[in-house]
């Protein structure tokens, strides 16, 4: 496990990433002498992209763990880079700096909007999205990522096209399943011959924001297709910043007295 070597009056601080937003913050970070910084990942691809900064991979444990580890690192400040949709570990980053009287900033990115043209049904979560498709069998393309792929088994009548980072294992028990694995980020002109290819007639997707994966919203605007889009979970209040360079001067703000 990866540790932090700095001066004693240095800001020690801990980044929890997994997203491109904490890969941008962990680049600038390794870049600041005076700011000693680790990223955390979970440990969910198989291969994590590649990190400037000295990396610590796994739970922490719960909100007891990532308390103990973060007294036994003496860290100063806490910036949760997470996805959107990774709602545990902010409510654990939230009541561990709480405990601790430490300072949390959250890096996020803005929720995708409809566009003129988008047919969207919003839902709460994957069941509802799962319901959301209809009694009657329809082809399609499930980008809600490894771990959701489960709550569609409720309606197995569809022939699903699934794409995720790394193949689902096991995979889910869909009886018409077509896997696809690929890393992001998907230009709209690949997202719309994939599509076709495979005559997709619905789209379902997490609201997680980012250009990255904006291009399958576009691909199903142009192919007027329905989108079936689920919402954010709520994350529990902090400072909230949209780039890097708000995270540095709330970083640099909150640096610990000499
Ligand atoms: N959910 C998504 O759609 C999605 C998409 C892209 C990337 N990601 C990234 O994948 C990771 C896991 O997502 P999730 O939805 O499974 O999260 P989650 O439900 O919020 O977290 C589940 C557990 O995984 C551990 N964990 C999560 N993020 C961690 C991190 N950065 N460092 C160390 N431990 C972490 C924590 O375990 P302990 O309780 O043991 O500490 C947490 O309680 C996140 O870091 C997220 O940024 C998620």
Redesign the pocket.
């Known amino acids: 496990m990866a540790s932090l070597i700095a001066s004693p009056s240095a800001s020690r601080i801990l980044v929890?990433?997994?997203?491109t937003e904490?890969g941008r913050l962990a680049a600038a970070l390794a870049a600041r002498r005076e700011m000693a910084a680790i990223l955390?990942?979970?440990?969910?691809t198989a291969e994590a992209a590649p990190s400037a900064l000295p990396r610590?991979?796994?739970?922490?444990?719960?909100i007891e763990?990532?308390m103990r580890w973060l007294a036994a690192e003496r860290i100063t400040a806490v910036v949760d880079?997470?996805?959107p949709?990774?709602?545990?570990?902010?409510v654990?980053a939230a009541a561990a700096c709480a405990a601790l009287g430490l300072p949390l900033a959250r890096l996020t990115r803005p929720a995708w909007t409809p566009q003129p043209g988008d047919r969207w049904q919003e839902v709460a979560d994957a069941r509802a999205a799962a319901l959301a498709l209809g009694a009657a069998p329809r082809r399609v393309f499930l980008t809600v990522?490894r771990?959701?792929l489960d709550a569609f088994t409720v309606a197995p009548q569809h022939r699903y096209l699934v794409r995720t980072i790394d193949a689902p294992d096991p995979p889910p028990a869909l009886p018409d399943l077509t896997l696809v694995t690929a890393r992001p980020p998907f230009t709209a002109e690949a997202e719309t011959a994939l599509m076709r290819e495979h005559a997709v007639e619905v789209l379902v997707t997490?609201n997680?924001g980012g250009a990255a994966t904006a291009g399958k919203l576009a691909a199903a605007r142009a192919l007027g297709l329905p989108v079936v889009v689920i919402r954010r979970p709520e994350k529990p209040a902090a400072d909230t910043f949209l780039t890097v360079e708000a995270v540095l001067a709330w970083l640099e703000a909150h640096r610990p007295p000499p």
């Open positions: 929890l990433g997994g997203t904490a955390s990942l979970a440990g969910r610590r991979i796994g739970g922490f444990g719960g763990g990532l880079a997470t996805h949709f990774a709602a545990r570990i902010s654990n990522g771990l959701t997490k997680s």
